[in-house]
């Protein structure tokens, strides 16, 4: 695998024919999805600044343009009427060349829209000349006529009581205040995760601290807590987070987690009083960072995506100059004490004529959705197995144990071993229903209408192209058209 210097990493984009030939060759790769957003060239991590504004979906991701490698961190723009095809709008937020603010990295954050304009909030990944880090977080505002304009000062920078790991501000306007919110993911100076509070009356101006978030109970979770969100869904507030450094039960040896406590939010305090556990959001390998549309009516719901991929973690394409996607986006709703997440209802336009397939070994579309209604009793659908049946990825349900697992070991190109290779969720009502979506190098399951999701990239090759199901299933497949223009926009 390549080596990356850290010249390498931190070279500033000039001319975007320098990255042409890298999208030519890249845009050449069998592992490229079809229905899931991913970047032109490189690497792509956190999506943020989802919002409705202007007619449209605004959503923007992390992207290091030159290779699969954490370096140098643009935000790349993307729109979409239905939140299912999306068209690529080129780079909005470009690092200062000048040893600005934001000199080693326009980081991720958060949008809201006003009027005409939409407000962008991003951490400004400063280095100095010996590579310390240091932290701010800045403002851009960006007219209908696409052009952002920075501020030329940040808001503010890193609270000194804390260390440099400050980032990913999230603004929100909460309900009966006349503040704004701005929350930060950040680290105690003994090492533990924690969320910074900022307020101001003004979205440009006079943001001040307000204080560090209190959850009872977490206080001691992780040794940083990256891209948080305190959203209010069905009347209950759900504090989204990403702890890090931590290895929890059925996890493998995943050190970074992506999940939600669902609790109530006292902003009088800055306390939010968990009413029950973290629980992660997915439960498949790569799945990290996600964000929730800022400005929906509706509020009995919200709607995630997610990045379909890990710190820490590399993957097959890393090769190929390019790594990581989103995940669809989904709807959640709140039940019982969970979040419960559907893929949005949008995303069956996407389907072709249905295929009732029978048991045995069937055909598996590079882009498809299986739906399968199960009797109780043991299931196993085994996704890209060979002509012989053989191998694949293996998602099954154990009636007596009550649980459902995904076992990726079974594939030819098997990677981020350190991980584990199979995941698993009990099912206590046992299963009744499972909606997997496949793409080109991915594979999303969503086990009884949204109880539980595993999201996994997974690299077929030639021969894995088929599946079987084995229980007693009833067996619907689409072919599902392209989403995505990978277009070459920079
Ligand atoms: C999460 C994260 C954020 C940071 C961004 C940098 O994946 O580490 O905390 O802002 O990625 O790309």
Redesign the pocket.
């Known amino acids: 695998m390549k080596e990356w210097t850290r010249e390498e990493r931190y070279r500033y984009l000039k001319d975007p024919q320098e990255l042409y030939e890298l999208y030519q060759r890249v845009s050449k790769s069998v592992y490229r999805q079809t229905f899931h957003v991913q970047s032109v060239t490189g690497l792509m991590?956190?999506p943020h600044g989802f919002v409705w504004h202007d007619n449209q979906w605004h959503l923007f991701y992390?992207w290091c343009p030159w290779g699969a490698v954490?370096g140098l961190?643009h935000w790349y723009h993307i729109v979409s009427r239905d939140l299912v095809s999306w068209k690529n709008l080129g780079v909005c937020l470009l690092p200062d060349q000048n040893d600005g603010y934001d000199n080693k990295?326009v980081?991720?954050g958060s949008a809201m829209p006003i009027g005409d304009k939409m407000y962008l909030y991003y951490?400004g990944n400063h280095r100095d000349a010996d590579w310390k880090r240091h932290a701010y977080t800045c403002l851009a505002r960006l007219g209908n006529d696409g052009w952002p304009e920075k501020y030329p000062l940040p808001l503010f920078g890193s609270h000194p009581n804390y260390t440099e790991h400050q980032?990913?501000p999230k603004i929100m306007k909460v309900e009966g205040r006349d503040e704004y919110y701005m929350i930060i993911?950040a680290q105690t100076k003994d090492l533990r995760g924690c969320i910074l509070v900022y307020s101001s009356p003004d979205l440009q101006h006079g943001w001040s601290i307000a204080g560090e978030l209190n959850v009872p109970g977490f206080s001691d979770f992780g040794d940083m807590w990256?891209?948080p969100s305190i959203e209010h869904i069905g009347g209950h507030d759900v504090l989204l987070l990403?702890p890090q450094h931590i290895t929890l039960p059925g996890r493998g040896g995943t050190q970074n987690h992506n999940g939600y406590i669902l609790g109530t939010m006292d902003w009088d305090t800055l306390t939010f009083t968990p009413d029950g556990q973290f629980h992660v959001l997915d439960f498949g390998f790569d799945s990290?960072?996600a964000a929730c549309a800022n400005n929906i009516e509706d509020t009995d719901k919200a709607i995630l995506i997610a990045?379909m991929g890990l710190?820490d973690v590399s993957y097959p394409t890393d090769d190929e100059d390019w790594a990581g996607c989103l995940t669809l986006p989904r709807e959640l709703t709140v039940r019982g004490r969970r979040l419960i997440q559907q893929p949005l209802p949008e995303l069956k336009k996407l389907r072709g004529e249905k295929i009732i397939t029978n048991k045995g070994v069937n055909p598996l579309p590079k882009a498809c959705e299986i739906e399968l209604d199960c009797r109780p009793g043991d299931v196993a659908v085994k996704l890209f197995t060979s002509e012989n049946g053989e191998g694949g990825m293996l998602v099954s349900f154990d009636e007596a144990k009550k649980e459902i697992s995904v076992d990726r070991s079974g594939m030819t190109n098997r990677f981020n071993l350190s991980e584990g290779e199979v995941r698993t969720r009990p099912l206590e009502n046992g299963l009744s229903h499972l909606r997997i979506f496949v793409d080109s190098s991915s594979v999303e399951i969503f086990v009884n209408d949204g109880d539980a999701v595993f999201t996994s990239r997974c690299f077929p090759t030639k021969e894995e192209h088929l599946f079987t199901t084995e229980g007693e299933t009833f067996v619907r497949l689409w072919p599902l058209k392209a989403a995505v223009k990978d277009s070459f926009l920079i």
Do not use: I, L, V
Request: charged share 25%; aromatic share 16%.
């Open positions: 991590n956190d992390q954490h961190k990295g980081y991720s951490t980032r990913d993911g990256e891209c990403c990290y960072a990045w710190p």
